[in-house]
């Protein structure tokens, strides 16, 4: 099992900043990527941006330029550096784990998510 524990976030004033951080522990090995998602009020959850173990990345465009993710794969932990933020960035943001274990002949694939945490961009 893999487990997650998110921090960072609260209130930022448009054009603020807020960096955000998931730390991994448990079956930290079996972890393919790393990704951050995020649900606006009475929408559904998006991805943000994802990094894999190779150190591929991807964003949602919307977040393109402003946002960046970061993995320190010593401390098992990604960071979401939340750059110039605007009203609509305001979400729930969850940290996710996507993994597989097993022998090749039969792999499980996992998601695992982490408590969310609050982020509102308000004046």
């Known amino acids: 099992q893999v487990q997650l524990v998110e921090s960072g976030g609260g209130l930022v004033q448009p054009g603020g900043s807020v960096k955000l951080s998931c730390a991994a522990s448990g079956r930290t090995r079996t972890i393919d990527s790393m990704a951050w998602f995020r649900q606006p009020p009475g929408k559904e959850r998006e991805l943000v941006a994802r990094?894999?173990?190779?150190?591929?990345?991807e964003y949602t465009d919307s977040v393109k330029g402003r946002f960046t993710i970061f993995r320190d794969n010593a401390e098992n932990t990604v960071y979401l550096q939340m750059n110039n933020l605007k009203p609509e960035d305001t979400a729930v943001y969850f940290c996710?784990?996507?993994?597989?274990?097993?022998?090749?002949?039969?792999?499980?694939?996992?998601?695992?998510w982490g408590q969310g945490t609050q982020v509102t961009v308000s004046s």
């Open positions: 996710n784990a996507h993994g597989s274990y097993g022998p090749v002949e039969r792999v499980y694939q996992y998601d695992i």
């Open positions: 990094v894999g173990n190779s150190g591929n990345i």
